[in-house]
């Protein structure tokens, strides 16, 4: 298959930072920043071994970087560090003991301000219940909870003792639960009795306990009260988070951990329909993830920084959990819905703490545009000083809103391209030195060695879309599928093994400035309001059920989500293909894998549009499902009597 991208756009509006905010940043310049760029590829050693100087490590490393085994890196060889270390003990050591690390925000309106004193003393005395209950160095721990000050805790409690934490997104089914806690044998599992959404209560505990039905390698299941909703608890299995602290001591020694040593798994769709455990090491993800929060948020003391994502992303873990604690930031956390109790919430929480910085996703900043300005105009959001956004390609009609609207036309926006795998932002504006475009990702950050190859591995020329690769390790990046090395080596490096590049999957196109536009995943990969969802997981679940034959899931152009699900059934013999089936299979799908999995259509179909070789064409099915006029060729298809019978079925459907 070729791997030409056509590319359409043309977006030539450029906006430069105001001298208001260059002044202040802490990088002003584009001379600065080539300079400092040139030596992070020319000599990573010599610019990540300065960086790291400045944190605390118990053992100092070997080697900056060792890619003598590639493509598996080893960042900062030989080192050993604990990074709550450096994301709480430090702070408090040089007195800023004092400083807010979090307010956090209940949906419900109830809120908590979280000091780094306070949040040390939170994290020591979890760690010290998690090894009362039988949690050790690099025993795995599933985390199933809503945005609740615990769920910060419980990630930087596990950190603190060297147990490897998987964060599980409050949205997935008990399924996928199981899925996730078996592939890494977890020992212990988090969770409340429930979480707040949109005024109502997520009954957790009974997903969990649906779960930990088929999970045997679960030895206890710890219970935060937030919901006070009735919940069934199994004797000897589970116990109460707030018992199990009594009487526990506050201080808890960080264990001292290797910079090779799993921090954490975080699972992500994989186009084989197994999730794959995406697994990063300690010391490069900490120096990484300092350093990018620092540089592209210029992030300052001052500042109140809110990143809407939750934790069970890797957006959550590395903007939320790690980057800004390790900087000393003072953040927000909201536990809800951000059309709770109205369309304003998000507003309303900017002008509550006088927010400086806030990132959150493209399909938030459509889903604003369309609840309109009036929400955003009873508050005074003056407080914002930048805005990021991340997880998918943001239109530039959202951008020129989110600019103009949000942005008071003053603020930077960074529309940071990255993934679970790269750990941290990959390429991004510095705020205070490129000027931005709407769409477009723009710059590498330092140590990225992007380019855009062709599927030989040579660089595609200016204007030509490409994949997207990155020709050396970074500091951030993942160390591995947990449990099978084999995948990692085949999925990122196996593409081009000759040339030694890692191939993030994504479709993107350079322009003459040397801004890199991301154009979307090459592969099957649905992403659907920023959540990466693969065709495949979806296909093999409708599969299971007995009313479906065979299916095809596509992602389509959606106004809100970016990108809607659609699936093609074809149905089992004298199946009925009325709507309420075509009802009942979005149930279905929404209960296997979660409730943001649910597809936006189904439709049955006598055939499925295949090539002569049986491969589904999804690109003509995305179109169809679109309701776009098909301009493929369709002379290869095998049945197209069926495609023109679809046609006008999904259009009727549709309309
Ligand atoms: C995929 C990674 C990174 C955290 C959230 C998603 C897409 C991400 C952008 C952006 C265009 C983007 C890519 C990438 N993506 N950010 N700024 N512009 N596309 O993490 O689930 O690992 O998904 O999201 O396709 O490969 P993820």
Redesign the pocket.
Known sequence: MSQDIDVTMSEDRLFPPVQEFVDKAHIKSREEYDAMYKESIEDPEAFWGRIAECFTWTKKWDRVRNWDNAPVAKWFDGAKLNITENSLDRHVAEGRGDKVAIYWEGEPGDSEVITYSDLLERVSKAANTFKKLGVGKGDRVAIYLPMIPELAVTVLACARIGAVHTVIFGGFSAPSLVDRINDCSAKLVVTSDGGYRRGKVLDLKAIVDEALENTPCIEHCLVVKRTNNEITMKDGRDVYWCEQHEGVSSNCPAEEMDSQDPLFILY?SGSTGKPKGIQHSTGGYMVGTATTTKYIFDLKEDDVYWCTADVG???GHSYFAYGPTLNCATQVMYEGAPNFPDCDRFWDVIEKYKVSIFYTAPTAIRAFMKWGDEFVDKHDISSLRLLG??????NPEAWMWYHKKIGAKKCPIV???????TGGVMIAPLPGVTATRPGC?TMPFFGVDAAIVDEKGNEVPTGKGGLLVVKQPWPSMLTNVYGDTERYKEVYWSRFEEQGYYL???GAVKDENGYIT?L??IDDVI?VS???LSTMELESVLVAHGLVAEAAVVGYEHDIKGEGIAAFITASNNVDQSPDNRDLLKKYVAKEIGPFARPDQVHFTDALPKTRSGKIMRRLLKDIAAGKELKQDLTTIEDVAALHKLVEKVQAELS
């Not at 529309?415 to 679970?420: F, L, R």
């Open positions: 992500t992303w890797i957006t956004t991340v997880g998918e390609p943001i529309d940071t391209w990255w993934q679970t795998e990702a993030a999957g994504d991301i979307g995943r992403n920023g959540h990466r």
